[in-house]
C-alpha cells in the first residue's frame, strides 16, 4: 500500500512513498519541493510498471499527480 496525498505537506509525502516503495529500489528524496524531478524517477523504474506511472510533467500541481500515481500503483 501506498500513503495517500491528503492532509500531508509534498516534503513529508515524497519521504513515506520512499518508504512505501523500498522493494522496488533506492528512490531519491525530493530536492527542495521539485516534485516533478521527484516524480520523473518513478517513470525509469520497470519493477513498478512504467507505462501505468504518469508523467509528473503532465501535470501542474504535485498533488494531482500524486493521486494519480498512487492510484496507478494500487
Not at 515524497?14 to 521539485?34: E, H, K, M, R, T
Not at 516524480?39 to 500524486?66: C, E, K, M, R
Amino acid at each position: 500500500m501506498i500513503t495517500l496525498p491528503v492532509n500531508i505537506a509534498f516534503n513529508d509525502w515524497a519521504s513515506q512513498v520512499i518508504l512505501d516503495l523500498d522493494q522496488y529500489g533506492v528512490f531519491a528524496p525530493p530536492v527542495s519541493d521539485n516534485w516533478q524531478e521527484f516524480g520523473q524517477q518513478f517513470l525509469s523504474n520497470l519493477s513498478l510498471g512504467v507505462h501505468s506511472i504518469p508523467n509528473p510533467y503532465n501535470f501542474t500541481d504535485w498533488q494531482s499527480w500524486a493521486d494519480q500515481f498512487t492510484g496507478a500503483l494500487s
